[in-house]
């Protein structure tokens, strides 16, 4: 894949992404964060896939790159990450494998179309566990406060740092 | 368990005599803090998100103790103050998204944390966030959507073709939504809907144009049903031991994508499995 075509992908992950970020109403200062987020994690994952990695590979590594960029823009925005991660993640739909289990599903070829199934079901939580990924590899440092009971909150108590 | 064991008011002594809340005081302020939480459930923040913007605001409006249950359908919430305690449990309606809302709702519960804040007013702030207008106008929306969905035939490998019969079928799926979605049609029977109108729309642009991947334009279009924020906070409520609330969005996701698996299978039925992949 030459720097260009690469480039192009960028452009349509951006697009996606940010459409989607108005779709979900992120405030309209954060649409091209959001957008940007987007088209770096997808631009990695086609590069990868590109190299000859197998696709749930590329969209794990997709996905955590999501997600470590959501993280750190979050803490430099003050907004909740869920707003880069959620948009971030569009581009990675497994939506060919999802048709393709339908189609096959509807053609009475029930051995092609549960591959198909399994794989969105793979590419789906490659997707999760990369976003996991990325919040494990940043927050092993801050554990929550062993005595904090969940639910439970008081004046004066852990939420007051 | 002691105090000093909670990590709780042993540290940290008010610095001023706390004035205990009447009966009636205690009973707003539950009913104020539960309305938040429904509200922020119902903009998609997660579990845990909700919960602490409840406890801010209530601890900000005085109470001295607040216990909290949060899931996806329903919220007990408890708030204490001296000798006098009320419970409240109620319903979460629909789940939708609206990040911004989220985010002013969490914000104001930071700023009461820090400088607290009075019934009245917390109130009037509530209904200030939840009646501002989106972010854009839905005229710009729907064809944001349009285009999104567009790109997003672009990233699966479709030409210019499939990105004007994705963009056209999302943009009509996105005016539809917004239209059920204000004649209150449930979030399974919409997306059955949605999902075959917008497919069967952009299949019937690619057969105007005589498109080489008319499959490209089908899947993108229904791209804006996919339930991506019920299923990013599923995992987040899932990392958090959260698992009542992980477990039931993410049932709600997986009904999501089936409901849009039907409306494709219409789409698929009507058109007679000629779109291949």
Known sequence: MSGVDLLEQGVWGFLATAGFGVLFNVPLAMLPVCGFTGAMGHMWRQALLAGGAHPVAATFVGALIVGLLGYSQARFFHVPRLIFTVTGIIPMVPGVPAFETVVFFMRDDIPTGLESAVLTGLLVSAISAGLVAARLLLTLGDTASPHHVRGLWQRGGPDRK | ?277
Do not use: K
């Not at chain 2, 803090?33 to 005085?62: D, K």
């Not at chain 2, 899947?219 to 924020?229: D, K, T």
């Open chain 2, 1 to 277: 368990m002691d105090a000093a064991q909670r990590g709780g008011p042993g540290e940290l002594p008010p610095s001023e005599p706390v004035r205990h809340l009447s009966r009636e005081e205690l009973s707003e302020l539950v009913d104020v803090v539960l309305h938040v939480g429904q509200a922020m459930l119902q903009a998609g923040a997660s579990s845990f998100r909700t919960e602490e913007t409840m406890a801010r605001i209530g601890l900000g409006l005085g109470a001295d103790r607040l216990e909290l249950y949060v899931t996806p359908t329903g919220i007990i919430a408890t708030a204490v103050s001296g000798g006098e305690q009320r419970t409240r449990v109620g319903r979460v309606g629909p789940l939708g998204v609206n990040m911004a809302r989220a985010i002013e709702l969490n914000r104001l519960s930071r700023t009461m944390s820090l400088v607290g804040g009075t019934l009245p007013a917390v109130r009037r702030q509530v209904e200030v966030i939840e009646q501002s207008p989106r972010e854009l106008p839905d005229w710009i929306t729907i064809p944001a959507v349009g285009v999104a969905c567009g790109a997003f035939a672009q990233i699966l490998g479709g030409d210019a073709i499939e990105f004007v019969a994705a963009a056209v079928g999302a943009a009509l799926a996105q005016w539809l939504r917004m239209a059920l979605h204000r004649a209150r049609v449930t979030a399974v029977a919409l997306t059955v809907i949605c999902a075959l109108a917008g497919s069967l729309a952009a299949w019937g642009v690619t057969r105007l144009a005589d498109s080489q991947h008319p499959e490209l334009a089908v899947i993108a279009s229904v791209l804006l049903l996919v339930p991506g924020v019920p299923l990013v906070t599923s995992v987040i409520d899932l990392s958090n031991n959260d698992l009542v609330s992980g477990v039931t969005r993410g049932t709600l996701a997986l009904m999501l994508a089936l409901a849009i698996g039907v409306g494709v299978v219409l789409t698929l039925w009507i058109t007679g499995l000629r779109i291949l992949p």
